[in-house]
């Protein structure tokens, strides 16, 4: 049997050179990639040595000057294969592949579901000389019903088993860090849930715009590309039960358990929506969202989501589920935070009385990388009193952390390791969840937000008394 291959599909595309490749460089400084051979596989007409070319100049802008000298060495791993999605064109591939090999989909999404078939015809997909892979891109679908179509379709010439389904939130650190620091401390479990915890909080901030992706985020928006993914699946480990072994099946139904256990949503009391007009993000002026290269004049897509959820189980009931994600908003700002109950008594002076600041427990992705516990401590000095006093876990990294998601999830899909990807059940139930908000935001408007501020009031409406979003800023006080 030969050395393991990865094949990329779409080689000369943005994902590839922007995410994956310096993901795959980076593992290569490290000395992780062993024997794997990368081919690049792309309608170009290039010979390998142009690809190399290519690769180069797209991949040095991004580097410092002693990665710059690296890259050789990196290079000289990669071979390029020219040719369409054809059944024709991919029956070429078994003349480089003799042994085990995974086909990345670094395609546009309405491709995916053909490609994933020509491989398979062209009997790519078969293990008699080692096994076969295939990684999928987000998004999977625009709804539960193209969802399932195109799992349909996968699941004609491909096992499960043979899937990866990506959403590079789960190769974030910090977002693996809320199951270590929950799961590997005894202390933690028996406090989150609802005897001690009256509302969780999500929130994906970006101060980004659609960054010259008009063509695919309009008629997308925030729902879609990161609510319906990214932000179900942090809210899936934050909520999730403890699984009895580390088995990614196991965690997995653990995951789906919470999906099915969310209550019906009412789009009209639990959703809520935005898109930015113009304004200053972090000093800088900014268009606003319909004035953006690409988008038109009357574009109802939000760029601003927020949904409350309910979690119908016995760790979680009663207490609301809150998620957001919007772009062009006051700051970077990722965090999932769990709220607490006030002690029974008061015997402590604390001020304000009537809304003190409450406990907090909070997990932050970005910027900066840290868990905090926010609790109360006596105020030094004469007399009685509490203070609010944060302890930091601090979790620091020099790297750009999307690659960083990415070296982690590339390792996994070459291990077999499928922990941190989406099995289809999950990518079911969680478009099961939004579903009735896509369909009822097929009419009507976005509220307007200005560009830098923390999005639409009626996000607000969403809290309970005295309780209000944690704010969207860079670095909180600790
Ligand atoms: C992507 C979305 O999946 O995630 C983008 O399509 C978004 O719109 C991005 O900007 C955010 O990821 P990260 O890792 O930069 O926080």
Do not use: C
Request: aromatic share 8%.
């Amino acid at each position: 049997m030969g050395s393991p291959a990865l094949v990329v599909l779409g080689a000369s595309g943005d994902l590839t050179t922007r995410l994956l490749f310096p993901a795959l460089f980076s593992l290569e400084r490290r000395d992780r990639l062993d024997d794997l051979r990368v081919i690049g596989y792309a309608r170009q007409d290039w010979t390998t040595d142009e690809y190399h070319q290519f690769l180069r100049e797209r991949m040095r802008p991004h580097l410092r000057e002693r990665d710059a000298r690296e890259l050789d060495r990196f290079v000289g791993r990669v071979a390029f294969h020219g040719g369409d999605v054809s059944v024709a064109a991919l029956r070429d591939l078994h003349t480089v592949l003799d042994g085990p090999a995974v086909f990345y989909l670094a395609l546009p999404p309405g491709v995916f579901a053909d490609a994933a078939g020509q491989i398979a015809a062209a009997g790519l997909a078969d293990e008699t000389r080692g096994w076969r892979r295939l990684v999928i891109e987000k998004p999977f679908g625009t709804d539960l019903a193209s969802a399932i179509a195109l799992n349909q379709r996968l699941h004609a010439s491909w096992r499960e088993d043979q899937v990866f389904r990506i959403d590079h939130f789960l190769g974030k650190e910090t977002v693996q860090n809320i199951l270590v620091f929950r799961f590997a401390n005894r202390f933690v479990e028996p406090v989150l849930r609802a005897a001690h915890v009256d509302e969780i909080q999500i929130t994906v901030a970006e101060t980004l715009g659609v960054e010259g992706r008009s063509h695919y985020y309009d008629g997308i928006g925030a729902l879609r590309d990161m609510v319906q993914n990214h932000l179900m699946q942090m809210m899936t480990l934050a909520t999730m039960e403890p699984p009895a072994l580390w088995d990614p099946e196991l965690i997995r139904d653990h995951k789906v358990e919470v999906l099915k256990a969310v209550r019906a949503l009412d789009p009209f009391r639990d959703a809520v929506r935005g898109q930015y007009t113009a304004g200053l993000v972090e000093g800088a002026p900014v268009v606003g969202y319909r004035e953006e290269p690409g988008v038109g004049p009357d574009s109802a897509t939000e760029t601003f989501a927020a949904v409350r959820l309910h979690l119908d189980t016995w760790r979680w009931e009663g207490v609301p589920v809150l998620l957001r994600s919007g772009k062009r908003l006051a700051s970077k700002a990722h965090e999932v935070a769990f709220r607490f109950r006030e002690p029974p008594t008061r015997l402590f002076r604390h001020t304000p009385l009537e809304h003190p600041d409450p406990n907090w427990l909070v997990f932050r992705m970005s910027p900066g990388e840290h868990i905090d516990l926010v609790v109360r401590t006596k105020q030094p000095g004469l007399g009685l009193e509490a203070r609010d006093t944060t302890l930091r876990t601090t979790y620091a990294r020099a790297h750009d952390m999307e690659a960083a998601a990415y070296e982690g999830l590339l390792l996994d899909v070459l291990r077999g390791d499928h922990t941190p990807f989406l099995r289809f059940d999950e990518v079911e139930w969680s478009w099961r969840v939004i579903d009735p908000v896509l369909r009822a935001w097929e009419n009507g408007r976005p509220e307007d937000y200005v560009a830098g501020s923390d999005g639409p009031t009626a996000q607000h409406r969403f809290l309970g008394p005295g309780h209000a979003w944690r704010p969207i800023v860079a670095h909180p006080d600790p």
